[in-house]
Structures are given as C-alpha cells and as structure tokens.
C-alpha cells in the first residue's frame, strides 16, 4: 500500500499555532537573559599631560608654542592653560625665547625667521620644574606654478562651490610630504582639523601635477566683487604626516561599530607629553575668486 505524501491540514495548522505560543512566550525569556546591567564608576582620575602645539616656519614673524593640559574625557570643561613656562626655541647656533602674552601663548620675537636644513629643538620648562623637549628638522618645499578656480558646480552633499585647483612639479627623489592651508582675504579659511588637507608624493613622485583639488571653497563664501584666495603648502616631515593621519583615525575618520576604544596620539614632545612641534618651510600663491553662474543646475 503506498503512504500518502499529503498530510492533514487540521493537524499542521495545530502544529503551526503551537510553534507560534512557544515562539511568543519565549522571546522576551531569550531578551531578558541577554540582559546585563553594569555599574560602571569613574574616579575622574585620568590623568593630566602637558598637549603642545607649535611651529617655527620660513616666514618672519613670531612664531607661536600653545600650552596646556588634557582634561577628563566624561567632564567638557574649559582648557586649561600652561602658564608661567620657560619656552625656547633653538637651531643649535642660536636660541629664542618665547613670551607669554596671553595665558599658555608663547611668541617668539617678530623677527624670527626658520631656514631649511637646520633642526630645530623646542624646550619647555613648566612652572613646576617639569622639562620638556621635541625635535624637527625643517625640510625644504618645492614651489608651485599657481592656483585656478574651478566652475562653480554641484558637490556630492548638494552644495555648490569652487574648487581650488594646484598647479606645479612634484621634485624627486621620494619622501616629500606637504600640508596645504587656505586662506580667503588673508583670514585662515580651514581652522579645523577636520578641514585640513594634507598629502605626500607616493603616486606623483617627479611628476607635473595639474587640476589637482586641494580645497573646496562654499558659493555663499565668495562675496560680490571678488575675494583674494592664498594657498599655502607647507613642507612636513613623514612624523608629521603620520601624526595628522593618527589624529583623524581617532577623531573624524572614527565613529563605525567596529571602530576600537579611543586611543592618545602620541606626537614628538618627549616625556609624556602629547602634541607636536614641527618646522616647515613655506611657499603660497594667490588670485582673485569671482562669483560665477551656477554650471550644473
């Protein structure tokens, strides 16, 4: 006698509903195991490291060293300042002193000018007796040929702007590392970290580079008339380079479910201290920006 493949229909929907009972009694069973409360106290006793941030470049003028101390991460209160320091400035022939005029900003005379080559070594004596040092050598930048502003078109977020277009040859050998600064009518236009652009010569070692985007300029940040667009490109060291990397992987580039805890960025002050003192060599170059027609409307 051959067995019916068909089953009774009254006897699976019995099945059916059981399965669905067990299914909902059981759920939240399942949540409520999951579940783990955690008391979690923190004694605010992370810490207090000096930060430093400061430059010595070609330009003349009074180059700046900023002091102050990190904070607790759980409690946002205001940064507090290194004051009362001894700060210098040495390229081993000689020595400048920095001033404090203003608490934890350190200037160096107006006449203060860097020259490729030499090392320079930052001394920082706080008030407390604690010393501190970094070192950099100021490596030469090559000069670029000129900057050009693109049409005025549609970004990929909606809005619309100008790109800030370079032009110039990338020498040889490899190694040559640049950070690049904007500024519109002589006031910096990129004053986050998250804004700054940065590069190195891995892919245009002795290469001319042209239209190349370094910055990208807001429509509504173009006034009527015309405004005065200055590049700066500043020459890095590989440290400094690899130190603007670290900064976004633990600040911008951060933020996915798989990112890891947060983590220091350890610059080039010895001792314990965060932050980074670096000498560069400067070049620019600059043009008029005009409002023009939208392109791509």
């Not at 210098?88 to 107006?110: K, N, R």
């Not at 970094?134 to 049409?151: G, H, R, V």
């Not at 405004?227 to 990397?245: F, G, K, N, Q, R």
Request: glycine share 8%.
């Amino acid at each position: 006698m051959l067995k019916s493949s068909v089953s009774n229909p009254v006897k699976s929907q019995a099945i059916i509903r059981l399965i669905c009972w067990i299914t909902i009694i059981a759920a939240p069973l399942v949540v409520i195991s999951c579940e783990d409360i955690m008391d979690v106290s923190f004694t605010n006793d992370s810490g207090r490291d000096l930060v430093v941030e400061g430059s010595i470049t070609t330009d003349v003028q009074a180059h700046r060293v900023t002091l102050s101390f990190t904070g607790d991460y759980f409690q946002k209160s205001l940064r507090e300042m290194a004051t009362g320091a001894e700060v210098s400035i040495s390229d081993g022939d000689s020595t400048f002193q920095l001033h404090e005029l203003s608490d934890g900003e350190y200037y160096t005379e107006a006449d203060v000018q860097g020259e490729t080559g030499k090392t320079y070594t930052l001394n920082v004596k706080l008030a407390d007796g604690k010393m501190f040092t970094a070192s950099e050598k100021m490596l030469p930048c090559t000069d670029f040929d000129s900057i050009s502003q693109s049409l005025n078109h549609q970004f990929y977020d909606g809005d619309y702007g100008y790109d800030v277009l370079f032009y110039g040859k990338e020498p040889e050998p490899l190694g040559h590392s640049y950070m690049y600064l904007l500024y519109i009518n002589s006031i910096l236009y990129t004053d986050s970290l998250s804004e700054l652009s940065f590069a190195n010569d891995d892919f245009v070692n002795g290469k001319y580079i042209r239209d190349y985007i370094v910055y990208r300029i807001r429509e509504g940040d173009i006034h009527p008339g015309y405004d005065w667009v200055t590049l700066e490109m500043h020459s890095i060291s590989p440290a400094y380079y690899d130190y603007l990397s670290a900064m976004l992987l633990e600040t911008v580039w951060k933020g996915s479910p798989w990112d890891g805890p947060p983590a220091s960025v350890n610059g080039n002050i010895n001792n314990g201290a965060k932050g980074y003192f670096r000498a560069s060599e400067v070049k620019r170059k600059s043009r008029r920006f005009a409002i023009l027609p939208r392109a791509n409307k």
